[in-house]
Protein backbone atom coordinates (compact mmCIF):
# COMPACT_ATOMS: atom_id res chain seq x y z
CA UNK A 1 0.00 0.00 0.00
CA UNK A 2 2.58 2.34 0.61
CA UNK A 3 4.58 2.29 -2.60
CA UNK A 4 0.75 3.89 -3.65
CA UNK A 5 0.57 6.33 -1.55
CA UNK A 6 3.91 7.57 -2.62
CA UNK A 7 2.95 8.07 -6.02
CA UNK A 8 -0.46 10.28 -5.06
CA UNK A 9 1.71 13.49 -6.09
CA UNK A 10 2.91 11.88 -9.62
CA UNK A 11 -0.79 11.09 -10.08
CA UNK A 12 -2.26 13.97 -8.82
CA UNK A 13 0.12 16.43 -11.49
CA UNK A 14 -0.48 13.95 -14.19
CA UNK A 15 -4.52 14.14 -13.60
CA UNK A 16 -4.44 17.86 -13.82
CA UNK A 17 -2.43 17.40 -17.14
CA UNK A 18 -5.54 15.15 -18.40
CA UNK A 19 -7.17 18.68 -18.36
CA UNK A 20 -5.11 19.84 -21.13
CA UNK A 21 -4.51 16.68 -23.25
CA UNK A 22 -8.65 16.06 -23.29
CA UNK A 23 -8.59 19.46 -25.46
CA UNK A 24 -6.17 18.57 -27.40
CA UNK A 25 -7.13 14.83 -27.86
CA UNK A 26 -11.04 15.39 -28.62
CA UNK A 27 -10.64 19.20 -30.56
CA UNK A 28 -7.45 19.88 -32.04
CA UNK A 29 -6.43 15.79 -33.21
CA UNK A 30 -9.39 15.75 -34.91
CA UNK A 31 -8.92 19.62 -36.21
CA UNK A 32 -5.34 18.10 -37.47
CA UNK A 33 -7.07 15.36 -39.54
CA UNK A 34 -10.29 17.03 -41.19
CA UNK A 35 -7.75 19.74 -42.10
CA UNK A 36 -5.22 17.43 -44.00
CA UNK A 37 -2.36 19.00 -41.48
CA UNK A 38 -1.19 16.09 -40.05
CA UNK A 39 2.43 16.58 -40.87
CA UNK A 40 2.42 19.89 -38.98
CA UNK A 41 0.53 18.16 -36.02
CA UNK A 42 3.07 15.34 -36.21
CA UNK A 43 6.23 17.68 -36.72
CA UNK A 44 4.59 19.87 -33.66
CA UNK A 45 4.03 16.69 -31.74
CA UNK A 46 7.98 15.70 -31.92
CA UNK A 47 8.84 19.29 -30.71
CA UNK A 48 7.03 19.05 -28.12
CA UNK A 49 8.40 15.58 -27.14
CA UNK A 50 11.49 17.30 -27.16
CA UNK A 51 11.06 20.09 -24.94
CA UNK A 52 9.22 17.28 -22.71
CA UNK A 53 12.69 15.62 -22.25
CA UNK A 54 14.39 18.91 -21.93
CA UNK A 55 11.66 19.69 -19.66
CA UNK A 56 11.91 16.68 -17.40
CA UNK A 57 15.98 16.61 -17.46
CA UNK A 58 15.74 20.30 -15.86
CA UNK A 59 13.59 19.75 -13.46
CA UNK A 60 14.89 16.43 -12.21
CA UNK A 61 18.10 18.33 -11.83
CA UNK A 62 16.18 20.69 -9.17
CA UNK A 63 13.42 18.84 -7.42
CA UNK A 64 15.59 15.00 -7.83
CA UNK A 65 11.91 13.71 -7.21
CA UNK A 66 9.43 11.44 -9.40
CA UNK A 67 6.87 14.51 -9.00
CA UNK A 68 9.69 16.54 -11.62
CA UNK A 69 8.52 13.87 -14.56
CA UNK A 70 4.84 14.88 -13.80
CA UNK A 71 5.15 18.36 -13.81
CA UNK A 72 6.97 18.16 -17.05
CA UNK A 73 4.50 16.23 -18.27
CA UNK A 74 2.04 18.93 -17.02
CA UNK A 75 4.42 21.71 -18.36
CA UNK A 76 4.10 19.65 -21.79
CA UNK A 77 0.70 19.44 -21.85
CA UNK A 78 0.18 23.28 -21.79
CA UNK A 79 2.33 24.27 -24.20
CA UNK A 80 1.08 21.36 -26.62
CA UNK A 81 -2.10 22.79 -26.30
CA UNK A 82 -0.83 26.60 -26.70
CA UNK A 83 1.18 25.02 -29.86
CA UNK A 84 -2.47 23.33 -31.07
CA UNK A 85 -4.56 26.14 -30.24
CA UNK A 86 -1.88 29.05 -31.99
CA UNK A 87 -2.39 26.43 -35.26
CA UNK A 88 -5.92 27.22 -35.77
CA UNK A 89 -6.89 30.82 -34.74
CA UNK A 90 -9.72 31.11 -36.63
CA UNK A 91 -10.91 28.48 -33.82
CA UNK A 92 -9.98 30.82 -30.89
CA UNK A 93 -11.46 30.76 -27.04
CA UNK A 94 -13.16 33.77 -26.11
CA UNK A 95 -11.83 35.37 -23.11
CA UNK A 96 -13.63 33.35 -20.76
CA UNK A 97 -12.77 30.08 -21.84
CA UNK A 98 -9.13 30.78 -21.48
CA UNK A 99 -9.46 32.03 -18.22
CA UNK A 100 -11.69 29.08 -17.53
CA UNK A 101 -9.13 26.49 -18.97
CA UNK A 102 -5.93 27.72 -17.10
CA UNK A 103 -8.14 28.86 -13.43
CA UNK A 104 -10.02 25.09 -12.99
CA UNK A 105 -6.62 23.51 -13.14
CA UNK A 106 -4.87 25.77 -11.00
CA UNK A 107 -7.25 25.72 -8.18
CA UNK A 108 -6.61 21.91 -8.75
CA UNK A 109 -3.75 22.17 -8.29
CA UNK A 110 -3.99 24.72 -5.37
CA UNK A 111 -5.90 23.21 -3.25
CA UNK A 112 -4.85 19.65 -3.73
CA UNK A 113 -1.28 20.84 -2.74
CA UNK A 114 -2.66 22.78 0.00
CA UNK A 115 -6.00 21.22 1.51
CA UNK A 116 -6.21 17.54 2.65
CA UNK A 117 -7.83 14.90 0.48
CA UNK A 118 -11.31 15.12 1.30
CA UNK A 119 -11.12 18.82 1.98
CA UNK A 120 -9.77 19.56 -1.42
CA UNK A 121 -12.36 17.41 -3.27
CA UNK A 122 -15.01 19.38 -1.31
CA UNK A 123 -13.40 22.56 -1.98
CA UNK A 124 -12.49 22.18 -5.64
CA UNK A 125 -16.01 20.89 -6.53
CA UNK A 126 -17.59 24.01 -4.74
CA UNK A 127 -14.91 26.50 -6.62
CA UNK A 128 -15.46 24.72 -9.66
CA UNK A 129 -19.21 24.89 -10.01
CA UNK A 130 -18.69 28.69 -8.79
CA UNK A 131 -15.91 29.06 -11.65
CA UNK A 132 -18.13 27.84 -14.48
CA UNK A 133 -21.60 29.54 -13.29
CA UNK A 134 -19.21 32.51 -13.69
CA UNK A 135 -17.68 31.97 -16.95
CA UNK A 136 -19.21 29.44 -18.34
CA UNK A 137 -22.96 30.73 -18.25
CA UNK A 138 -23.98 30.53 -21.55
CA UNK A 139 -22.94 27.13 -22.75
CA UNK A 140 -24.22 26.28 -19.32
CA UNK A 141 -27.65 27.63 -19.99
CA UNK A 142 -27.48 26.06 -23.31
CA UNK A 143 -26.87 22.56 -22.28
CA UNK A 144 -29.27 22.57 -19.89
CA UNK A 145 -31.51 23.58 -22.49
CA UNK A 146 -30.90 21.36 -24.40
CA UNK A 147 -30.66 18.74 -21.83
CA UNK A 148 -33.95 19.47 -20.52
CA UNK A 149 -35.75 19.39 -23.92
CA UNK A 150 -34.16 16.16 -24.72
CA UNK A 151 -35.22 14.69 -21.05
CA UNK A 152 -38.59 15.95 -20.62
CA UNK A 153 -39.76 15.81 -24.53
CA UNK A 154 -42.64 14.03 -25.33
CA UNK A 155 -41.14 11.63 -27.60
CA UNK A 156 -40.98 8.88 -24.33
Known amino acids: ?5 DAID ?12 IIIKSIYVNLYKA ?3 QRVYFLHLVIVLFIGIFLNAILYKFFKSKEAFAIATLISSIIRFLVSAFDFREYKFDRNEIIYIFLVPS ?8 LKAFN ?10 IISYILMK ?10 KKEWFSENY
Open 1 to 5: MNKYI
Open 10 to 21: VIFFLFCAQFYF
Open 35 to 37: MRK
Open 107 to 114: VFLFLGKS
Open 120 to 129: AFCAYIFFWI
Open 138 to 147: EPLSELSKCL
